[in-house]
């Protein structure tokens, strides 16, 4: 994974961890990222999803792989 996305990796697990969806509810991180939980997860951590998402298709899109992600 390109060092553009490790960082939005590492902030999106630092605050689904953070989340009440983890500590209060007692559901793990990845349960607390589905679509069907997606209303414990704060708006944040969503922003945060999506923002990963995008980073992650762009290594697939045949254009940005030789321009690069935007940072």
């Known amino acids: 994974m390109p060092s553009s ?3 939005l990796r590492a902030e ?3 605050c ?3 989340s009440n969806c983890v500590l209060v509810d007692g559901l793990t991180p990845q ?3 589905r679509a069907e939980n997606e209303y414990r997860v704060p708006a944040e951590c969503a922003a945060i999803k999506r923002s990963f998402f995008e980073c992650r298709r762009g290594m697939l899109d045949m254009r940005n792989r030789f321009r690069g992600n935007k940072s």
Do not use: A, F, N, S
């Open 12 to 14: 999106l697990v630092e």
């Open 5 to 7: 996305c490790k960082e």
């Open 31 to 33: 349960e607390c990222l």
């Open 16 to 18: 689904v961890l953070k």
